[in-house]
């Protein structure tokens, strides 16, 4: 049986994915008007992949007896200062998930709720991949300053791990 704690931390994973993929969704839509459409591309692919991060907490807590509850989200922000800007937002964004993510696990450890800590082991591995493509391309932004943008743009996708 899932440890009560265990189910409500997962819940708040699914409010926080589902948040993330809404987040990358505003993101992408600004990026998108401000005719960045590689940048958009990458926003838009990662929104999904955040989709698929909740579906799997939903799946995984029904799986295991809990109850997946579907939450409301409250509204992304609407506009961002710049391109920069936006990618430490998502790298802080990033963090935040991947301490989140630790938590889960760590209540786990603490449950003796090892189904649960070799099932998160997969998005430990996946924090890390996302972190670190995010500073990868914060890192190419600082490199080519603002002139560099049409190619950060146009190669973006290739980023993508
Ligand atoms: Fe699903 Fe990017 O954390």
Redesign the pocket.
């Known amino acids: 049986m899932l440890p009560k704690k265990v189910e409500e931390l997962c819940n708040r994973q699914i409010e926080r994915?589902g948040y993330?993929s809404n987040l990358y969704l505003a993101m992408a839509s600004w990026a998108e008007n401000k005719g960045m459409t590689g940048i958009a591309g990458w926003l838009y692919a990662q929104a999904d992949e955040?989709r698929g991060?909740m579906l799997k907490f939903i799946k995984y807590l029904n799986e295991r007896g809990g109850s997946a509850l579907i939450p409301e989200f409250k509204q992304p922000p609407v506009k961002y200062k710049g391109i920069d800007e936006m990618f430490k937002e998502v790298l802080k964004h990033?963090q935040y998930?991947t301490a989140s993510i630790t938590d889960v696990l760590e209540a786990a450890m603490a449950e003796k709720d090892h189904a649960t800590v070799n099932w998160i082991q997969w998005f430990v591995k996946e924090?890390v991949e996302?972190e670190g493509s995010v500073q990868i391309i914060l890192d190419k932004l600082s490199l080519a300053g603002e002139h560099g943008l049409y190619f950060l743009d146009r190669d973006i996708m290739s980023l993508r791990g």
């Open positions: 994915e993330s955040e991060h990033e998930i924090q996302e």
